[in-house]
């Protein structure tokens, strides 16, 4: 944290005459510390401060805390970084404040929010009630500007995680039949500077019958400020388009900014989202929730999202650990994203095809795969692309264009293919995604895709393929559109119509439905009808009813019945803690069917400090009156062994990045939290003894700060910032320390030798004279300090040594004093005269 004009240590000023005035027991400071103050010193003063929304650090602002402790913020720059996170009625009332250029806790208050100064991290945190924090969407985060003073990884680091599971399976029958299987898995990585090495595996026993898998391994190098990473070893190939995919073993060469996103280069992102912390994610269809999903902190794509197939409006709820709710709606009918004029996304892979037979990954050496693409952005209204795939005689190539407009988002692929005995295929997608304005008040939303394929079309994975169709649908069309009746009940529409080879590809379907609040309840229903109209066989339709209730926000129940099985199923969930120590979920679930007499399934995942359990259980009845029934048990426990320069730690399993985080020896009997949440008793990674701790779920290529808080810290001992800014790697891992041999706080007053008077009212500096390495960035900083009237002074953030004080007098002034090494962490130097 910077402070400006050395002022920070008028705080440390104010702590110490607080606690000599408490040993001196005089009167008149006993009152001042009944009524204390921010700033004792007379003067208004300016600090560099984190702004917080809540335990969000949205951003650095200057703070001034005037003589009368009236806080102020500048307006401009405050208004900027609010304007994403309140409502616009309280952003109107801030902009109205009287004051042009700086805005008061009064200010605030008047908009339905509070400003409070956190005296103990000297932190300026606002206080936003629910209605009026505005609902936000999820983006892929762009990243900082290189050069930042973030702290830099250890050179060598590395982690392994382990798995290992067992599950149990029981069918009840004429007999019972028991089967016993364990599946471990185990993920490894080692970076060396910036190459960074991956090593994947699995081992398998299913009664008796044993094998170890190796599922990949891989080297990485990064290239972050392009965008790009170079890939050699095993890897996947997802294709481009309308193009299929397949593992390979060789080279790829990939720059994508959704992989990477060092940069802010799409004026439109609609399929990537990241999540800074490990959050609940309700999954919102036709404006019920109907599932509840966790995720790590980490990068998605919408892909990762397990949804029905087709456009269906679908909506993702993401709360994290402290309780913010977040949101992101979208379309799947244009999957890709504009890119801004100039820029481009390309990708190369050169090797050869892999497969799993018999648990073994096997080569197909005696074949080549070659793919690549190339996107570039013609203008921030439109991106063209080319894309191309050949394995052997077998070839696949293809254009794209992604066009906005004013009325909305459309994309057209053009692919063409050529097997070597079943000829030339080709395949064509058009979709579009209708663009309405936001202030229109019924939220339209409209989309639909149009895909052909031929039945000769063929993918990569089609090379052994002799006989035809290939593809089976021909034509095939699906829509979405919907919109709000009223501020209480929405509408939405979803059709598909299919044309193709076989009977069962004939249809055409609709499906109208109605969602909205349950009266005036927390709850959420909706009500969907289905029909499907077959060209050769009967037509099929049946009517869903959800119904999703939150009995807090811990916990949720979701029931659901469909007509054409007589279905019927609840299910209730419990998160709380999600992504801290102490974290757990649980579920249950009952479901019964015309055909089933009833499912039961039970989970609990619960997060310890430096390891996870999931067990879950499920039973089906397939007729209670004849006893048959199927039992399935499993048990899981995941952990990760660490190592960042020379600290190793056990924690949780390890995602994108991850730090090492030890304690000097100072703190050794002292509990720690990373990131705790305020007002709980749960944070990201406690620390209870003098073990290193491990943060295992850092976010690669985004911007994070990680707080810490200590208990029973000695007075007068100086954490520093108290919390690392990083910029993580992929994999990489950090080396961290929380305090230091620099701790030192002391206090004295400074007299002019020659007229015994006080030298008041003055700014210096200490520097440290112990330093003879060479190296600047090793070297102690210089600590600014000044003088109150009476000639008072503190610095804190010393450590044992010489120092010299230099006072900015004219002519300049100096002294020289000793600081001992068991003095304590407050010392007293007494009275000092300055020649």
Known sequence: MKIRQGWFLSFIVCVMFSFTAVVEATQETIQEIQQPKINPTGRDIELISLLKISDSVVGEAEVTITADDVILLPKESTLALLIPLITEDAMEVLEASNQTEKLSQEDFRRAGLDLNFDFSTLECVVTVPAQYRRTQQLSVASSPSFGQNYLSPAWISGYLNVSLSGTQSQTVEDTSENITSFNHRFESALNIGSANFEYESAYDDVEGDSAYVRRGTRMNLDFPSQGTRLVVGDMFNSGKNLQDGTDILGLGLTRDFTLIPTRNVRPKATQTFTLQRTSNVDVVVDGAIVQRLTLNAGSYSLSDIPLAQGTNDVELVITDSSGQEERIQFSVATGNDLLDSGEFEYSVMLGVPSETVANEIDYLTDQQLIHGYLDVGVAPWLTLGVNGQVREKLYQYGVSSLLASDIGVTEFIVSQSHHPTLGDGHAV?????????????????????????????????????????????????????????????????????????????????????????????????????NYRNYQYSDDEYNTTLTLSWPLSRATRVVGRYQS????????????????????????????????????????????????????????????????????????????????????????????????????????????????????????????????????????????????????????????????????????????????????????????????????????????????????????????????????????????????????????????????????????????????
Not at 433 to 461: C, K, M, R, T, W
Not at 751 to 767: H, N, R, Y
């Open 564 to 835: 054409d099985k007589d279905f019927g199923s609840l299910d209730m969930s419990y998160k709380k803690g999600i992504g801290n120590t102490g974290g757990i979920s649980a579920f249950a679930t009952l479901e019964t069917e015309r055909e089933t007499d009833s499912n039961i399934d039970a989970g609990v995942n619960y997060t310890a400090n430096q390891f996870q359990v999931i067990a879950d259980h499920t039973t089906r009845y397939q007729d209670l009156s004849e006893d048959k029934r199927n039992h399935n048990t499993r048990l899981e426990i995941s952990s990760a062994i660490a190592f960042a320069g020379t600290s190793v730690a056990v924690g949780r399993k390890v995602g994108e990045a991850f730090a090492v985080v030890k304690k000097h020896q100072s703190l050794a009997e002292n509990e720690i939290a990373i990131d705790p949440e305020r007002n709980t008793d749960y944070a990201r990674v406690f620390s209870v003894s003098d073990h290193n701790m491990l943060v295992s779920d850092l976010v690669a290529y985004t911007p994070q700060l990680i707080g810490y808080d200590v208990e029973d810290l000695p007075p007068g001992y100086d954490l520093g910032d108290g919390a690392f800014s990083i910029y993580p790697g992929y994999k990489r891992g950090y080396q961290l320390e929380i305090g230091s041999d620099a701790v030192l706080t002391i206090l004295g007053n400074l007299f002019d030798a020659q007229t015994k008077e006080p030298i008041s009212l003055i700014s210096g500096v200490a520097l440290y004279l112990g330093d003879e390495s060479s190296d600047e960035s090793n070297k102690s900083k210089p600590l600014e300090f000044f003088t109150n009237r009476t000639g008072r002074f503190a610095i804190s953030g010393m450590r044992p040594g010489a120092y010299r004080l230099e006072l900015n007098m004219k002519p300049k002034r100096s002294l020289e004093l000793v600081i001992s090494e068991d003095g304590g962490v407050l010392i007293r130097v007494g009275d000092l005269y300055v020649e």
């Open 429 to 529: 997608r058009v979709a579009y995604d209708a663009e309405f304005s936001d202030e229109l008040d019924f939220n339209p939303q409209f989309s639909v895709i149009y895909d052909y394929q031929s039945e000769n079309f063929a993918g990569v994975n089609d090379d052994m393929a002799a006989t035809l169709p290939l593809n089976s649908v021909e034509h095939y069309v699906s829509l979405f559109s919907s919109m709000d009746v009223t501020p209480r009940l929405r509408t939405a529409l979803s059709g598909t119509y299919s044309s193709g080879r076989e009977d069962a590809d004939n249809f055409w379907s609709l499906s109208p439905s109605f969602s909205g609040p349950f009266f005036s309840t927390p709850a959420t229903w909706s009500a969907r009808f």
